[in-house]
C-alpha cells in the first residue's frame, strides 16, 4: 500500500462507551497510531478498511473504528480556548451575526479589559474583524454594539451538540454510524 494511500486512512477513536472522544475536532487517530493501540491491547478494532498493511511476518487490514478499553472521563468543564468560544457561538459573529470560519474570527471582550473586563466564558464572544473594529475598546453602551447572545460557559453536552453541527471535510462511511447514532431517526 502506498504511504499517500495510507494517510487517507484515520481511524475514528471512540470511548469505551462507544461514543466519539470529540466531535470537533473529530477524535481520529493515524494509521500508525491506531495500529500501535491494537497491539498493545488498548483499544478493540469495531471496522476497518479494505486497505492492508504487510510486515514480514504478518498482513493486516487498516483500523477504520476503534473503541478504547478503558473509559476516558471527560472533563465537568470545558476548557476556556478560542476555538471554545468560537465552537460555542457557532462559528458567528456575535455583533453582525455573519459565519465564518474559525481562521476569519476575532476573540473580543463584551467589556474591554482596558474597562475591567476579564477573559472569561461571561465577557468573551466570537466577533469578525470589522465588528470589533467598530466596537473597538469601547463599553457596549457607547459602541451601541451588544452580542446577540449573553456569553455563557458551556457546558461540554452543549458544545459536542454544537460540534456535530460543523462535520470534518472527510467522513468514512463507516463512521457514520458512531458520529450520529443520537440523531432523529426519519419515519418512513
Same mark, same amino acid.
Given at each position: 500500500? $502506498? #504511504?499517500?494511500?495510507?494517510?487517507?486512512? !484515520?481511524?475514528?477513536?471512540? /470511548? #469505551?462507551?462507544?461514543?466519539?472522544? *470529540?466531535?470537533?475536532?473529530?477524535?481520529?487517530?493515524?494509521?500508525?497510531?491506531?495500529?500501535?493501540?491494537?497491539?498493545?491491547?488498548?483499544? $478493540?478494532?469495531?471496522?476497518?478498511?479494505?486497505?492492508?498493511?504487510?510486515?514480514?511476518?504478518?498482513?493486516?487490514?487498516?483500523? *477504520?473504528?476503534?473503541?478504547?478499553?478503558?473509559?476516558?472521563?471527560? $472533563?465537568?468543564?470545558?476548557?476556556?480556548? &478560542?476555538? /471554545?468560544?468560537?465552537? &460555542?457561538?457557532?462559528?458567528?459573529?456575535?455583533?453582525?451575526?455573519?459565519?465564518?470560519? #474559525?481562521?476569519?474570527?476575532?476573540?473580543?471582550?463584551?467589556?474591554?479589559?482596558?474597562?475591567?473586563? &476579564?477573559?472569561?466564558?461571561? /465577557?468573551?464572544?466570537?466577533?469578525?474583524?470589522?465588528?470589533?473594529?467598530?466596537?473597538?475598546?469601547?463599553?457596549?453602551?457607547? $459602541?451601541?454594539?451588544?452580542?446577540? &447572545?449573553?456569553?455563557?460557559? !458551556?457546558? /461540554?453536552?452543549?458544545?459536542?451538540?454544537?460540534?456535530?453541527?460543523?462535520?470534518?471535510?472527510?467522513?468514512?462511511?463507516?463512521?457514520?454510524?458512531?458520529?450520529?447514532?443520537? *440523531?432523529?431517526?426519519? *419515519?418512513?
Amino acid at each position: 500500500m $502506498s #504511504a499517500a494511500l495510507a494517510e487517507s486512512c !484515520p481511524a475514528l477513536v471512540l /470511548n #469505551a462507551d462507544f461514543r466519539p472522544l *470529540s466531535y470537533f475536532p473529530l477524535s481520529l487517530w493515524s494509521w500508525q497510531d491506531s495500529i500501535k493501540a491494537v497491539f498493545m491491547s488498548r483499544v $478493540s478494532v469495531i471496522s476497518e478498511y479494505d486497505n492492508v498493511v504487510h510486515s514480514p511476518s504478518m498482513e493486516m487490514r487498516l483500523p *477504520s473504528v476503534i473503541a478504547l478499553k478503558d473509559y476516558v472521563h471527560m $472533563s465537568r468543564k470545558p476548557a476556556f480556548t &478560542r476555538f /471554545n468560544v468560537f465552537l &460555542r457561538d457557532e462559528f458567528q459573529c456575535q455583533y453582525c451575526g455573519a459565519h465564518h470560519k #474559525a481562521e476569519s474570527l476575532t476573540f473580543d471582550h463584551v467589556l474591554p479589559r482596558s474597562l475591567g473586563g &476579564r477573559t472569561t466564558w461571561q /465577557n468573551v464572544v466570537a466577533a469578525c474583524s470589522p465588528c470589533n473594529l467598530r466596537k473597538g475598546a469601547r463599553h457596549p453602551r457607547e $459602541s451601541g454594539v451588544r452580542p446577540f &447572545r449573553t456569553p455563557r460557559q !458551556p457546558s /461540554n453536552h452543549q458544545l459536542q451538540a454544537n460540534g456535530r453541527a460543523f462535520p470534518p471535510n472527510y467522513l468514512h462511511q463507516s463512521w457514520r454510524d458512531y458520529l450520529y447514532w443520537d *440523531s432523529e431517526l426519519e *419515519s418512513s
